[in-house]
C-alpha cells in the first residue's frame, strides 16, 4: 500500500529555516506529481508547492521566493526547503500525490509539525 512519511519539521525562530522531508514507498515514484501542503490550526489546508516526475516546480504566491520543492527519485524523497521562515507558516505539513487538475490524491498521513515562533 501508498505510505507517504513526513518528518523534519520543529520549533524555529522567525527568519530560520528547515528541510523537510517525505518518503515515499509502495508507489511507482517516479510516475507521479508530488505536492507539500499545510494545515494551521482553525484552517483549511491549503496547497503549498507541486513538483513534477521531470522536476518542474510550483508554488503557492505566499511561499514564492521562501521555499524550494525538490525531489530526489532513487531516495524516493520529497523535500521542503523553507528559509526565511514567518509565524503565519506554522502549520502541519504534509507531502501527497497531486493531479493535474491540481487535485491531492491518496490518503493523508500524519503530516509534520513546523512552528515558527520567538
Known amino acids: 500500500q501508498v505510505q507517504l512519511v513526513e518528518s523534519g519539521g520543529g520549533l524555529v525562530q522567525p527568519g530560520g529555516s528547515l528541510r523537510l522531508s517525505c518518503v515515499a514507498s509502495g508507489i511507482t515514484f517516479t510516475s507521479y506529481r508530488m505536492a507539500w501542503y499545510r494545515q494551521a490550526p482553525g484552517k483549511q489546508r ?3 508547492a507541486t513538483v513534477t516526475s521531470g522536476g518542474t516546480t510550483n508554488y503557492a504566491d505566499s511561499v514564492k521566493g521562501r521555499f524550494t520543492i525538490s525531489r530526489d527519485n532513487a531516495k524516493n524523497t520529497v523535500y521542503l526547503q523553507m528559509n526565511s521562515l514567518k509565524p503565519e507558516d506554522t502549520a502541519v505539513y504534509f507531502c501527497i500525490r497531486r493531479t493535474t487538475a491540481g487535485f491531492p490524491f491518496g490518503s493523508w498521513g500524519q ?3 513546523v512552528t515558527v515562533s520567538s
Do not use: D, I, N, Y
Open 46 to 48: 491549503e496547497w503549498v
Open 111 to 113: 503530516g509534520t509539525q
